[in-house]
């Protein structure tokens, strides 16, 4: 197989010596094991922290190893009972070509009538994300005001889907004409343009004069201070990730920090392996997608030797929707 490995860690923002291409032989094909050709790669924001070397809620990547992340392929070879060849599955041995493993870490793809990689966005990790730090989370309900940062990546996009499907008022946080267009397609009722020159505590003001229920954070900093600024009493901040510090580790200001104190904000961080069971998201999903109150938007580079690069355009807007890999 080829796989990517981290040829060294990070110090601020990625670079492409960073990251190395191998070539590694795939092991003896076991009992119950399968042989996947990967179609389809995921890159993410969370992926960063397992760059450096800290104890968080994933091991980081070792340094020469292949790195991981979610992945769609076909069963090219299988000793595994109930996993047949041909069968397209979902797995966490991205960041290469081939893959041998155990059939407990694959999950054969519902019938949704969906596109596979859909699994990797939608209907994957970023739509759960979106799905349970929204409704479980924050609580959000019909009627609430609800504020989510980087509205035009994989899991904002769906929040504000979501959240407009659910009844809620949805102000989101784009970057750039195009972004910010696409945002109020999805059906936004307002859509700030970070990359304006305006703060985003003004911003955010006018946008919300009377205060906002829900905040979903994707970036942290000016935007999870602005959102305190203008949270109504038991707003609900669902902080799924803050992307704003992963490179610079830069503080978030918390100026308005005393105003959860008055206001009784509650904000929860949490991780998409929180929720078990996806019966419920599916269902939801599928609903939603049948009435057309879903859209799915993409951002493909293609081949192998690209997904570095995709992963580092995470980091400068370059994504509209959810970032792949096509291989």
């Known amino acids: 197989m080829?796989?990517?490995?981290?040829?060294?860690?990070?110090?601020?923002?990625?670079?492409?010596?960073?990251?190395?291409?191998?070539?590694?032989?795939?092991?003896?094909?076991?009992?119950?094991?399968?042989?996947?050709?990967?179609?389809?790669?995921?890159?993410?924001?969370?992926?960063?922290?397992?760059?450096?070397?800290?104890?968080s809620y994933v091991p980081p990547f070792q340094l020469g190893a292949p790195m991981q992340g979610g992945a769609i392929g076909e069963v090219v070879e299988s000793r595994a009972d109930?996993?047949?060849?041909?069968?397209?599955?979902?797995?966490?041995?991205?960041?290469?070509?081939?893959?041998?493993?155990?059939?407990?870490?694959?999950?054969?793809?519902?019938?949704?009538?969906v596109d596979p990689q859909a699994y990797l966005g939608q209907f994957g990790m970023p739509g759960m994300t979106a799905y349970y730090g929204l409704l479980e989370i924050a609580q959000a309900k019909p009627g609430d005001t609800v504020f989510v940062s980087a509205a035009a990546g994989a899991v904002g996009?769906?929040?504000?889907?979501?959240?407009?499907?659910?009844?809620?008022?949805?102000?989101?946080?784009?970057?750039?004409?195009?972004?910010?267009?696409?945002?109020?397609?999805?059906?936004?009722d307002a859509v700030?343009?970070?990359?304006?020159?305006?703060?985003?505590?003004?911003?955010?003001?006018?946008?919300?004069?009377d205060g906002i229920d829900v905040y979903f954070d994707n970036v942290g900093g000016d935007h999870l201070d602005a959102a305190l600024a203008h949270a109504r009493p038991h707003a609900r901040f669902a902080i799924c990730g803050m992307i704003d510090v992963y490179n610079d580790a830069k503080p978030t200001s918390l100026k308005y920090l005393a105003r959860l104190?008055?206001?009784?904000?509650?904000?929860?961080?949490?991780?998409?392996?929180?929720?078990?069971?996806?019966?419920?998201?599916?269902r939801d999903m599928a609903a939603m997608l049948k009435d057309g109150r879903l859209q799915r938007e993409e951002t493909v580079f293609e081949g192998l030797e690209k997904t570095p690069e995709a992963f580092l355009a995470l980091f400068s807007g370059g994504n509209k929707?959810?970032?792949l890999v096509k291989l």
């Open 321 to 323: 929707g959810k970032m």
């Open 82 to 113: 109930g996993i047949a060849f041909g069968t397209m599955v979902s797995h966490m041995a991205g960041w290469r070509d081939e893959a041998v493993l155990p059939a407990a870490h694959v999950q054969p793809l519902p019938d949704l009538g």
């Open 2 to 55: 080829k796989a990517w490995t981290l040829a060294a860690r990070p110090k601020g923002t990625p670079v492409p010596d960073d990251f190395a291409l191998v070539e590694q032989a795939l092991p003896e094909l076991q009992d119950g094991e399968v042989r996947i050709a990967n179609r389809w790669l995921s890159v993410d924001p969370y992926m960063r922290g397992r760059m450096n070397d800290v104890k």
């Open 157 to 188: 996009s769906t929040v504000v889907q979501i959240a407009k499907a659910k009844g809620m008022t949805v102000i989101g946080s784009a970057g750039g004409a195009e972004k910010t267009a696409w945002v109020r397609e999805l059906g936004a």
């Open 261 to 282: 104190i008055g206001n009784r904000v509650r904000i929860q961080g949490f991780i998409v392996s929180d929720f078990q069971g996806q019966g419920a998201f599916y």
């Open 192 to 209: 700030i343009d970070y990359k304006s020159g305006q703060s985003v505590v003004d911003a955010l003001g006018e946008a919300a004069p």
